[in-house]
């Protein structure tokens, strides 16, 4: 809980923006033990971590970030961007465990 307190509490409730439900996801979480998020574009590692040990009550071992860069896309005529996308990759330690479900454990 100490890594928590060093950051404002209302700032790590806006870090984690969603969960990431995707094959990729998936197949990484069964492999490596992590779970993906999209976060905010300015959050830093050790932010994502305090925010999922405050969230989630789990330990956390690592965190790995990924920028992606917005897509080019067409609207009839105009061209327009999609926002750029910050991802987290945050391993947990062994025996932990996150449940996204919102069911009661």
Known sequence: MS???????GR????????VVSEKAT??????????????QNATKPEIRAAVEL???VE?????VVNIKGKTKR???SMGRRDNL???YVTLKPGQELNLSGEAA
């Open 3 to 9: 890594a928590a307190a060093k950051f404002d509490e």
């Open 86 to 88: 910050r991802k987290a």
């Open 27 to 40: 197949l990484v979480g069964d492999k490596t033990n992590a779970v993906t998020f999209r976060v905010l």
């Open 60 to 64: 956390v071992k690592g965190v790995s």
């Open 12 to 19: 790590l409730m806006q870090v984690l923006v969603a969960p």
């Open 75 to 77: 609207f009839g005529k």
């Open 55 to 57: 969230m989630f009550k």
